[in-house]
């Protein structure tokens, strides 16, 4: 009689369940699988967040509500904003600890990301001053002190310091790469990567 009862229990609230979250649509998720849309949430971003279950759900009976869809929408707004904080991470309506499972299945990971990021524009961190690049990168200062000390450790010359009269005379001199490194005291690739730059300001200017 107790399986009878808790039988039917289950199936009233499994109906109950997907009455009040029906199947709105279909979509696909990053990975291309299969998903049932059950609830949409606006975001300030220009997509929406879509909510429901796999089309593989093997759990009989659905409970709570329904599960973030991880689409390439979101993957695509975290990887064009994965150099931001928290405020803009998260800024999406959707609890933050389902966030970060999707985040983490992903492969997002706010260290490693900023790491990679700026072992790319290494040289502006060599070349710039915090200012500048985080006006260049549209991003906080602070974090750039933070960033360059990491990568770069304590610095031994004031940033921009190759803007000297003297430097960039060298920098702009017919000089080879390996005689102006002996001048100011660098290795080849950083003169190079300097008299560049030197070059580009002077063209612009």
């Known amino acids: 009689m107790f399986g009878v009862l808790n ?4 199936k009233q609230r499994k109906s109950t369940w997907k009455l009040k979250y029906p199947v709105i649509g279909e979509t696909r ?14 975001t300030k971003h220009g997509f929406d967040l879509l909510f429901g279950s796999p089309e593989s759900r093997v759990q009989p009976l659905p409970t709570g509500l329904p599960r973030l869809i991880p689409t390439q929408a979101l993957k695509d707004f975290w990887e064009a904003h994965k150099m931001l904080h928290d405020s803009t991470l998260f800024d999406l309506p959707a609890g933050r600890t389902t966030l970060k499972r999707a ?5 997002f990971h706010v260290g490693r990301d900023a790491t ?4 790319k524009h290494i040289d502006d961190l060599r070349l710039l001053s915090a ?12 974090v750039i002190h933070e960033i360059r000390y990491k990568l770069l450790g ?5 940033m921009g310091w190759w803007r000297e009269p003297r430097v960039i005379n060298i920098l702009l001199s017919p000089l080879t790469l390996r005689e102006m490194g002996k001048k100011l005291g660098i290795g080849t690739s950083h003169a190079g990567r300097l008299r560049r730059r030197a070059q580009e300001e002077q063209a612009s200017s």
Not at 34 to 42: A, D, I, N, P
Not at 103 to 107: K, L, Q, V
């Open 7 to 10: 039988q039917g229990w289950r």
């Open 131 to 142: 200012s500048q690049v985080a006006a260049k990168h549209q991003i906080n200062d602070c």
């Open 29 to 42: 998720d990053a990975d291309g699988h299969l998903w049932y849309v059950r609830q949409v949430r606006e």
């Open 103 to 107: 985040r983490h299945r992903f492969g």
């Open 154 to 158: 304590k610095m031994t010359r004031e």
């Open 116 to 119: 990679s990021y700026w072992k």
